[in-house]
Each structure stands twice: as structure tokens, then as C-alpha cells.
């Protein structure tokens, strides 16, 4: 953050803000605190789009709104979805996460298939009859759009 921070003071268009920003990519930990990153993302693609070079931002803007909506941050990704636009990028709407249009039961039992757990063995763990997680199962690949318990685990991956 500290990092992003002098990026973000250093003056607009010099080497030292970019240098800055690289190293707060490089500081955040990848499988923690992914909002953070994602904005360090989007400001580090706002720069370089106002800098000119927005081949350059395109991907940095892609992942800060790929994160954003997999965290359910529309604003944000709606944000970033914006600094793509500027950037001459056609963006379509912000497709939900599996997070967004799942019941919370159904997100459980989804994640329990993705490790790899039989039907009876989700319904054993959670106290239910297997018809009952069958159905649920059912109503989770439908809202998915998937056909496989294959399928659903590297959607969940």
C-alpha cells in the first residue's frame, strides 16, 4: 500500500510513479487481500491510459474488474469497466460470480462437489437427505450453466 501510495504522489507521466506501481503489484500477496490489489490495478491502468498508453492499461483494468466482480464489488467494477471504455475497450456487462447466484446452501454444496465429495457424503456433512442435496445439485448447474461435477469444480477453481 505504502508502495501504491508513492506511486500515486509521484509526479503524473514520470518514470517513478510506474517504477512505484510495479513494486506494490509485485508487494501484494496474490491469495490474500485481492481488493487491494485490484484497486492498485485499476489506478496503475487509469495512469497508463492517461499517460497515453492504453495498450499498455487494458490489462491491468481487465484484472481489477475481473477481481471486483468476482468479489461482488460492482461499483468497482463498474469503475473499471469505464477506465476500458476510455482505453478503447468494448466491454460488456459484468457477468456475476457463481457467489452472486447462489443461495448460500447451494454455494456450500457447490464448493463440497468442487472437493471432490459424493452426494451422500454432502448429505451426511450437512444433515440433509441426499434428495434434497441432489436437488439442490440440480438447481446449482442449472443457474451455472453447467453440465458436469467436472465442469463446476474449475468454475469454482
Known sequence: LAARCRALLAPRGGPEAEREFHAALRLHPADTDRFERA???????????????????????????EAFTLLGATVW????????????????????????????????????VAEGAT??????RMCLSTRTVDH???????RLGVRSRTELAR???
Do not use: K
Request: aromatic letters at 2%; a positive charge.
Open 77 to 112: 467494477a463498474d469503475r473499471a469497466g469505464e477506465e476500458l471504455r476510455a482505453a478503447g475497450e468494448s466491454v460488456g456487462p459484468v457477468r456475476p460470480g457463481p457467489e452472486q447466484l447462489l443461495t448460500g446452501q447451494q454455494l456450500h454444496i457447490a464448493r463440497l
Open 136 to 142: 439442490h445439485l440440480r438447481n446449482v448447474f442449472h
Open 39 to 65: 484497486r492498485t490495478e485499476l489506478l496503475f491502468g487509469r495512469e497508463l491510459r492517461r499517460r497515453r498508453r492504453p495498450r499498455d492499461a487494458r490489462p491491468h483494468l481487465h484484472r481489477a474488474r
Open 155 to 157: 468454475l469454482l477453481a
Open 119 to 124: 452426494n451422500r457424503e454432502i448429505a451426511t
